[in-house]
């Protein structure tokens, strides 16, 4: 089974400074997906950005951008010129390729964007 | 045009009733899940459809039962409701192929 660990219970991030959170993975596959999702107040789930493990280079979504580093099994996201509206919790997810589909979801990693 | 729809949004209720939530993706997907959220927020899958066929099935209590009349639609019945099943329930969505998941604006179920 994949367990993803989100070591940051909550984070704080003045508005337009720049925060990362950490999410790191446990797993055997060698090939897979990881997915950030947002979940703001309002309770719907947003997917924010994916990787693909066998992409090399990091995908960038605007202000959003991952490091993936697959030998260390982490993948942090990188939330640049924080806005209010990225106040929100975020979960890191994996999902094996090839596989039954599902995710697997971290603890989540509460950020708030202070004005 | 809402991609992924539930109803209700919430739902309270008393022990031991019987409830059903529906879920419907108007995105052409051919795989639909059930997501549970509880108070800590900690997401868990619950079940999978795969062109109402079901391939997921986690460690959940058969008072749950999921039924899947056609590749568009996704409704969890629940007997019996305990203390325990309040959460938040999502529903997904997503074609083999794309991985990425859609979810539905999720349901607060409260039992009394």
């Known amino acids: 089974a994949q367990t993803v660990t989100q070591s940051q219970p909550e984070m704080s991030v003045q508005e337009a400074e720049t925060v990362t959170l950490s999410c790191t993975y446990d797993?055997?596959?060698?090939?897979?997906?990881l997915f950030w999702y947002k979940q703001p107040p309002s309770r719907q789930m947003i997917l924010v950005i994916r990787q693909e493990a066998y992409k090399q280079q990091n995908a960038t979504e605007n202000r959003f951008s991952v490091n993936f580093q697959k030998a260390a099994k982490s993948f942090s996201l990188k939330i640049s010129d924080s806005q209010l509206g990225d106040t929100a919790m975020y979960f890191c997810?994996?999902?094996?390729?090839?596989?039954?589909?599902?995710?697997?979801f971290g603890a989540g990693t509460t950020v708030t964007v202070r004005a | 045009d809402t991609a992924v729809s539930q109803t209700p949004k919430y739902l309270v209720t008393q022990m031991g009733n019987d409830k059903s939530i529906k879920c419907e993706q108007n995105l052409g997907h051919d795989t639909m899940y059930w997501y549970k959220q509880d108070s800590k927020k900690f997401l868990k899958i619950m079940f999978s459809?795969?062109?109402?066929?079901?391939?997921i099935n986690e460690t959940v209590p058969n008072r749950f039962s999921p039924k899947s009349p056609d590749k568009a639609h996704l409704n969890l019945h629940i007997n019996s409701l305990e203390l325990g099943d309040s959460a938040v329930y999502f529903c997904a969505s997503t074609d083999r192929g794309l991985e990425t998941q859609y979810f539905g604006p999720g349901t607060r179920l409260l039992v009394l």
């Open positions: 997810a994996f999902m094996k390729h090839g596989g039954d589909y599902k995710l697997s």
């Open positions: 797993t055997s596959e060698s090939n897979y997906y």
């Open positions: 459809y795969n062109n109402k066929e079901l391939i």
